[in-house]
């Protein structure tokens, strides 16, 4: 059985004052079992649609289009009801993805500290989605984990991502099926460690109906903009056909054919920051 909502006032101060929680056992072993089948599955049916960004990591971000699996982790109460508490009940669904974290020699994450939805420094307070990592498999110190830097959502948001002193970090930790959720404009940074396992996570991403969509990397599909459930808040999936999209690293280039496989899209993207630097 899952927890009630955590949705406490120590919790949600907690979150308010350094921009990101962890939920421990927010999903149950079976539901982590299913979880892993069906990332299992997909890999096997269909390998093209994940991208591969180095030899560490590799995500796909339109699974929910070829697998229904993983609707129950975007409505899980134990997240989604603390969420509602802190976005309120205009909380819509904006992005989902599995991530796949190989192990490596490599020391560094390919991104390093970042904020996310928008890089540039000086647009940090347009960043207010708030995301939910859920951890698949267990996360020790000798795992790769993510990592984030207090209160650089608030009381510390002038921190430049390059300004990241070491020790500074809060590394999470947790068995799999542990939820963290997050404040995107809090930096952090995805830790890798020598000789860690594969770690495997669910990325999901939420904001309002009043900000326009954060990412149209992720394709909402017809069985859930078209649910009708009376206990889940009534503008979650409204976001399936909203064209206005933040600027920044979710809107997709305009001078990219919009039918492009999202893979290969994101791989033209991935070149032009390579040859960016
Ligand atoms: O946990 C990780 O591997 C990094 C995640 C990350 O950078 C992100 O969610 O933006």
Same mark, same amino acid.
């Given at each position: 059985?899952?927890?009630?909502?955590?949705?406490?006032? +120590?919790?949600?101060?907690?979150?308010?004052?350094?921009?990101?929680?962890?939920?421990?056992?927010?999903?149950?072993?079976?539901?982590?079992?299913?979880?892993?089948?069906?990332?299992?599955?997909?890999?096997?049916?269909?390998?093209?649609?994940?991208?591969?960004?180095?030899?560490? $990591?590799?995500?796909?971000?339109?699974?929910?289009?070829?697998?229904?699996?993983?609707?129950?982790?975007?409505?899980?109460?134990?997240?989604?009801?603390?969420?509602?508490? $802190?976005?309120?009940?205009?909380?819509?669904?904006?992005?989902?993805?599995?991530?796949?974290?190989?192990?490596?020699?490599?020391?560094?994450?390919?991104?390093?500290?970042? &904020?996310?939805?928008?890089?540039?420094?000086?647009?940090?307070?347009?960043?207010?989605?708030?995301?939910?990592?859920?951890?698949?498999?267990?996360?020790?110190?000798?795992?790769?984990?993510?990592?984030?830097?207090?209160?650089?959502?608030?009381? &510390?948001?002038?921190?430049?991502?390059?300004?990241? +002193?070491?020790?500074?970090?809060?590394?999470?930790?947790?068995?799999?099926?542990? +939820?963290?959720?997050?404040?995107?404009?809090?930096?952090?940074?995805?830790?890798?460690?020598?000789?860690?396992?594969?770690? &495997?996570?669910?990325?999901?991403?939420?904001?309002?109906?009043?900000?326009?969509?954060?990412?149209?990397?992720?394709?909402?599909?017809?069985?859930?903009?078209?649910?009708?459930?009376?206990?889940?808040?009534?503008?979650?999936?409204?976001?399936?056909?909203?064209?206005?999209?933040?600027?920044?690293?979710?809107?997709?280039?305009?001078? $990219?054919?919009?039918?492009?496989?999202?893979?290969?899209?994101?791989?033209?993207?991935?070149?032009?920051?390579?040859?960016?630097?």
């Amino acid at each position: 059985m899952l927890a009630a909502a955590p949705s406490t006032p +120590a919790l949600v101060q907690e979150f308010q004052e350094n921009g990101f929680v962890r939920i421990p056992g927010a999903l149950t072993a079976p539901q982590v079992t299913a979880l892993h089948q069906a990332i299992d599955r997909d890999l096997e049916t269909s390998p093209e649609s994940w991208v591969r960004f180095d030899e560490t $990591l590799i995500e796909t971000v339109d699974i929910l289009l070829r697998a229904p699996d993983f609707d129950f982790t975007i409505e899980n109460p134990v997240t989604l009801g603390f969420l509602r508490g $802190l976005l309120g009940e205009d909380i819509t669904f904006e992005e989902f993805e599995v991530m796949i974290r190989e192990p490596t020699g490599k020391p560094r994450d390919v991104k390093g500290w970042h &904020r996310d939805m928008i890089r540039d420094y000086h647009r940090r307070m347009e960043i207010g989605y708030i995301s939910v990592i859920y951890y698949l498999t267990d996360v020790t110190e000798r795992d790769h984990c993510f990592s984030i830097i207090p209160k650089t959502h608030n009381s &510390r948001v002038d921190l430049r991502p390059e300004e990241v +002193a070491p020790g500074e970090e809060h590394d999470l930790l947790g068995p799999a099926g542990t +939820a963290v959720i997050f404040h995107g404009r809090c930096i952090h940074s995805g830790k890798l460690k020598v000789n860690s396992r594969q770690r &495997r996570t669910l990325h999901l991403y939420y904001w309002t109906a009043a900000h326009p969509r954060a990412s149209e990397w992720t394709e909402i599909p017809p069985r859930l903009y078209q649910r009708r459930e009376p206990g889940l808040p009534p503008k979650l999936y409204s976001k399936w056909n909203v064209t206005d999209v933040v600027e920044g690293v979710g809107k997709k280039p305009r001078d $990219l054919d919009l039918r492009m496989p999202v893979t290969e899209m994101i791989r033209e993207v991935q070149r032009r920051a390579n040859r960016r630097g």
